[in-house]
């Protein structure tokens, strides 16, 4: 297959998951696995970018640029000349469609803005990168050019001069690198609101028109959308990265209310996650969490990694200033009942009604309560499970007993 300017299309997916489920992690490592084969780029939009407001323009001139960036880092000699050119290219646009005279862009200045790395040629982790990235957080690369422009640079000669600067860079870091495909995968685009989702991913053609693999993150809240559908005609793959059911589904009607039951297998994947944390800083988990704790620290997660690993940081604080050397179910209770003081301080009654709405239909219902539903799920309150073939909804533990 090809684009729409005759080159030939690579693999280009979308990956997504709940805030905390590992994409991040999951997008690293697939860079590392494939960093032999492919010269891969690994592009932080979250932290380049305003991503609330970010369009085309934005993702697309942070992309040629974190390309250029992470060559340059590896020890390659991109042509400095090809990304100039792709700048200019730019600024011409922005010039001649939004009429702002004299409007140009400093290659030097926004090029320091683009968190950008050639995986493979650093052994960095992504946790290292990420504390690197808030020294950048400050300056975002931000175009502020109009959406309703978008379809202006689908013409095909804004296309071919835009666009075609950008192949030119990547054709040009590909031949660098030995003949390796280049593969892009862009972090931090899952913080977009699902609208700007929809008009990234869905409504138009250009985040698929780079001359190389391509993988984004993209918000779950999008993935569950109607619209969403429209990205399969675009993209290879729409996945998600789902969140490990600690808990069997539930039944829906009046019987939501009932106790869960736990999932044995998916609990002990989150175990083994603890474990391997442990024996890797030489402890023995028995003596660091009673077994019956740990279980209850992983149901009490609603599978979401992160929440586990902040309820295990959060368990040893307060172990440690009860002088006591191991952490029980005692300490874990505390820490769920403090947390959920929290939570029962940010729902509002619209919030628990449309929780006790998805319970009780099994699925999410759309229409005027989309936008709360979304908050729902990017809080965490709601939680998306995939169960093959299915796709189900529960609220997330801490939350459950307030409604």
Not at 260 to 267: M, V
Not at 290 to 297: D, F, G, H, I, S
Not at 384 to 399: E, G, L, R
Request: hydrophobic share 45%; net charge neutral; aromatic share 6%.
């Amino acid at each position: 297959m090809q684009n729409s300017l005759g080159q030939p299309n690579l693999y280009k997916a979308l990956l997504t998951g709940h805030v905390g489920s590992g994409k991040s992690s999951e997008l690293f490592r697939l860079g590392q696995e494939l960093a032999n084969d492919f010269f891969v780029i690994w592009f932080d939009a979250e932290t380049t970018l305003a991503t609330e407001t970010a369009n085309h323009f934005d993702v697309l001139l942070a992309m040629g640029l974190a390309v250029h960036a992470a060559a340059y880092a590896a020890g390659l000699e991109p042509e400095e000349s090809r990304v100039k050119e792709f700048v200019r290219s730019f600024a011409k646009f922005v010039r001649k469609f939004e009429n702002r005279k004299g409007f140009s862009l400093r290659f030097d200045q926004i090029l320091k803005q683009v968190v950008a790395l050639a995986l493979g040629a650093f052994g960095v982790s992504p946790t290292v990168m990420s504390a690197a990235d808030a020294t950048l957080g400050a300056t975002r690369l931000e175009l502020k050019v109009g959406d309703d422009l978008v379809r202006t640079l689908e013409l095909p000669a804004n296309r071919r001069e835009i666009i075609g600067a950008l192949n030119r860079i990547i054709e040009g870091v590909q031949r660098q690198a030995v003949g390796k495909p280049v593969l892009i995968i862009t972090d931090g685009l899952d913080k977009v609101p699902p609208n700007r989702a929809r008009q990234l991913f869905a409504d138009s053609t250009l985040l698929t028109e780079p001359a190389c693999a391509l993988v984004y993150a993209a918000p779950i809240e999008f993935y569950h959308r109607l619209t969403a559908g429209q990205v399969t005609n675009l993209f290879d793959e729409y996945r998600i990265l789902p969140n490990p059911a600690v808990h069997k589904r539930p039944p829906t009607g009046e019987n939501w209310k009932i106790e869960r039951a736990g999932n044995e297998g998916e609990i002990e994947v989150m175990r083994k996650v603890i474990i391997k944390r442990l024996t890797a800083h030489q402890k023995v988990p028995e003596e660091v969490i009673t077994p019956q704790a740990l279980t209850l620290m992983i149901q009490t997660s609603g599978g979401v990694m992160r929440e586990l690993i902040r309820s295990f940081r959060d368990a040893a604080t307060f172990a440690q200033l009860l002088g006591k050397m191991q952490i029980d179910e005692a300490i874990v209770r505390e820490g769920i009942d403090q947390q959920r003081q929290v939570t029962a301080s940010r729902l509002t009654m619209p919030h628990i009604e449309a929780l006790r709405r998805v319970l009780q239909h099994g699925a999410l219902n759309g229409g005027q309560q989309e936008t709360m539903e979304d908050d729902l799920m990017r809080g965490l309150f709601l939680l998306s499970y995939q169960d093959a073939p299915h796709s189900w909804f529960d609220v997330h533990p801490n939350v459950l007993l307030l409604l």
